[in-house]
């Protein structure tokens, strides 16, 4: 019913950046909030980023704060995450989310749509 996909992934070395995006198609229901999780090899997924429907409210996880940006283009329903300041540790699949609130986004273990993922690698 309801399809996201990200874009934007690639290969970078360390202090690069990058400008992921999520399209969402389909039905969606007008007010959800949109955001960003990410999930490393032999890890679990984690929380990184998340935006409300007017695009005024955002939240991030410590980990990337001063470095990840996430906004909100509500005219094509997209969502974006400009990554500065890329570091190794941020080597993962990225993978875009919607859901009914940013609290939904940042608290439930699994927001209720998501995408297929978009893979960043950072070297060292």
């Known amino acids: 019913q309801v399809q996201l996909v990200e874009s934007g992934g690639g290969l970078v070395q360390a202090g690069g950046s990058l400008r992921l995006s999520c399209a969402a198609s389909g039905r969606t229901l007008r007010g959800y909030a949109m955001g960003w999780f990410r999930q490393a090899p032999g890890k679990e997924r984690e929380y990184v980023a998340a935006?409300?429907?007017?695009?005024?409210?955002?939240y991030y996880a410590d980990s990337v704060k001063g470095r990840f940006t996430i906004s909100r283009d509500n005219a094509k329903t997209t969502v974006y995450l400009q990554m500065n300041s890329l570091k190794p540790e941020d080597t993962a699949v990225y993978y875009c989310?919607?859901?009914?609130?940013?609290?939904?986004?940042?608290?439930?273990?699994?927001?209720?749509?998501w995408g297929q993922g978009t893979q960043v690698t950072v070297s060292s």
């Open positions: 935006i409300s429907w007017s695009g005024g409210i955002t």
């Open positions: 989310a919607s859901d009914l609130s940013v609290q939904h986004i940042r608290l439930q273990p699994r927001p209720e749509f």
